[in-house]
């Protein structure tokens, strides 16, 4: 189990599942962090014994947590959670000291923002090795939008989680405050009206002269949408980016993860080829929530558009596949609960909406490649 996985399909699996088994899997990952707060990627079972592991090139595990938390409260009214104890302390505390993980070991000063190893977008593999998911002597630092739109989210979480706590409560509003501001000075490109893919640390692992900024972050760009970082005006500039980059490159859906994909030989691990893995393929487990944002900013129209060649290729492939190839050939995994959990929670929303607005069908405010704000 991957908290980065589970934290998108916790709702439905609440749903279809006994919710004491979903709250043993979020209790037991706890059982593994780390004395400095950190939390792994997930756990196995192996004949009868657990064991955890951690891509340490990636930021997010531990916002997923405090997230798929948030989640499972808020769907099964079970706040009791939070108290319960695990290795004497409490999931609360816990979640607590996973977040200052993140501010202590994960936070450029220089920037009031976290950075994690250069990888794409949200992916969890780096250039410079292979297979490229450890931190060592050859990492190049970076600050991106995914890892600090994923912390917004989790900090905004927590805060729920310890309304009571005043002084701790000012404490991460601060720094959620500065985050906030942050990602908008120094990762929005206004003129673009896009997110730049990196800030680097201490130099960059591509070649001199290459235009990293031309690409787009399909993932960053949704998760930024969901942490209420671009306007509505902003939100329709960037779907519109989106429908443009799927319609260039010929890929069925706006799952495309970025475009231009990183040219080949720019990354050592043969699956981050061009329109490969993480590096342009289609995932439905990021296309499924871009889906959930649209209807949540009441862009129905084109959340009802987008999502059909996602619907349609889940029949056709009689499964939910981890990712596509631009001609929409299935790869990975064919039971990829993080895309059934996303693409069945939009369904939800959807199916939600036409309950209240059964004599209004849905209009799109998004033509093609032109991008049209109705007043």
Known sequence: MWIRDLNTFIELSCEVNDPAVVKENLLRLLTFQGEDGNIPDGFQKNNDVYTAYKNTVETDQESSLVQATYKYIRKTGDASVLSVTVNGVTVRERLGLALEFLKKNRFSEQYGLLWGATTVDWGDVQPEDDPGVLLDGNTHKAIDIYDNSMFLIAVSDYLSFIKNDRRQVARWRKLYATVQKNCRTYLWDRKASKFIPHIYLDGSPFPAGFDENAIHYHGGTTLAIEAGLLSKKEIVASLSHMIENVQSCGAASIGLTVYPPYPRGFFRNPIMSPYSYQNGGDWTWFGGRTIQELIKHDLI???YHEIKPMVERVQRDNGFY?????????????TYRGAAGVLGRAIEML????GKHAHAPPALETRGKLAVLKH
Do not use: C, F, H
């Open 351 to 354: 199916l939600s909406w036409a």
């Open 322 to 334: 981890e990712w596509y190839t631009t001609d929409n050939r299935p790869m990975g995994s064919g």
């Open 301 to 303: 129209g084109e959340a």
